[in-house]
């Protein structure tokens, strides 16, 4: 019980929520104080932006102009049907074309969001040898030393693969139900939204905290356990992670600094 009092205490606070929003920040004056680990930066903000115009190219723009077209289609139509109606119920285009406006703005945040995840999917996945070297480099400049638990290269390759295919479970499982709460009006929306965030969120954790939780060979459930535990730290980190990965060009150098 004193747990959960002092967990609450810290949400309603913000404590240890703001600390996590900060951490992207920090990292800015950290690398500068230490411009040696700029080295291990720039390969994978390469990488980075790669995968980001390849992204940018082949999801958001065929994505905004099939919607653009689909709301050109409709407009038209509602324009056509207009023509039929009394002369005073022509506002209604003008009602219709702010929908559309207001529904494809949320659509434009919605992708770049997904963008931004699949981004640090990807570039988590090839960047992972240079962001091996910067934790350590980091772990050796925190702590005065490093640990590492060595196994053979064939382990190592398994076990990242094993991690992003439970990633991956883990994600089908919890969005399913999330998704089928959408049809449930107004509570199932809500639910499903808030679910979503929380679970892009812990995966954000995951990604750019698994550089040294990969390092002490953590199962999994114990990366997972790991993240939840530091809850609202993570909570934070990974909400402010998640909106600068979100942002485009941005999110092409951010990716290393929240590593």
């Known amino acids: 019980s004193l747990n959960f009092f002092t967990m609450t205490k810290q949400i309603f606070t913000g404590f240890g929520f703001l600390n996590g929003v900060s951490y992207p920040f920090l990292a800015?004056?950290?690398?500068?104080?230490?411009?040696?680990?700029?080295?291990?930066?720039?390969?994978?903000?390469?990488?980075?932006?790669?995968?980001?115009?390849?992204?940018?190219?082949?999801?958001?723009?065929?994505?905004l102009y099939l919607f653009d077209s689909l709301t050109s289609n409709l407009i038209l139509s509602v324009d056509q049907g207009l023509d039929q109606l009394p002369e005073w119920l022509h506002f209604l285009v003008y009602i219709i074309v702010f929908l559309s406006l207001l529904v494809k703005g949320l659509i434009f945040i919605t992708l770049l969001v997904i963008v931004g995840?699949?981004?640090?999917?990807?570039?988590?996945?090839?960047?992972?040898?240079?962001?091996?070297?910067?934790?350590?480099?980091?772990?050796?400049?925190?702590?005065?030393?490093?640990?590492?638990?060595?196994?053979?290269?064939?382990?190592?390759?398994?076990?990242?693969?094993?991690?992003?295919?439970?990633?991956?479970?883990?994600?089908?499982?919890?969005?399913?139900?999330?998704?089928?709460?959408?049809?449930?009006?107004s509570i199932g929306n809500l639910i499903s939204l808030i679910g979503g965030i929380t679970l892009t969120t812990t995966i954000i954790c995951l990604d750019f905290c698994d550089a040294i939780l990969e390092r002490k060979r953590l199962k999994f459930r114990s990366k997972l356990k790991f993240i939840w535990s530091k809850f609202p730290l993570t909570a934070g980190f990974g909400l402010m992670c998640l909106t600068l990965v979100s942002i485009p060009l941005l999110n092409l150098i951010v990716i290393p600094l929240c590593v």
Do not use: C, D, H, M
Request: positive net charge.
């Open 117 to 185: 995840f699949i981004i640090v999917q990807f570039g988590s996945i090839l960047g992972s040898p240079f962001y091996g070297k910067l934790s350590e480099k980091l772990e050796i400049l925190a702590r005065g030393k490093l640990e590492i638990i060595e196994i053979n290269f064939i382990q190592e390759i398994l076990r990242a693969i094993l991690f992003e295919l439970k990633k991956l479970v883990l994600i089908i499982v919890i969005s399913t139900p999330l998704f089928l709460l959408n049809f449930i009006p």
């Open 28 to 63: 800015i004056k950290f690398i500068w104080q230490n411009q040696s680990l700029l080295k291990y930066l720039i390969i994978p903000i390469i990488i980075n932006f790669t995968i980001g115009i390849i992204a940018y190219i082949l999801l958001l723009n065929p994505s």
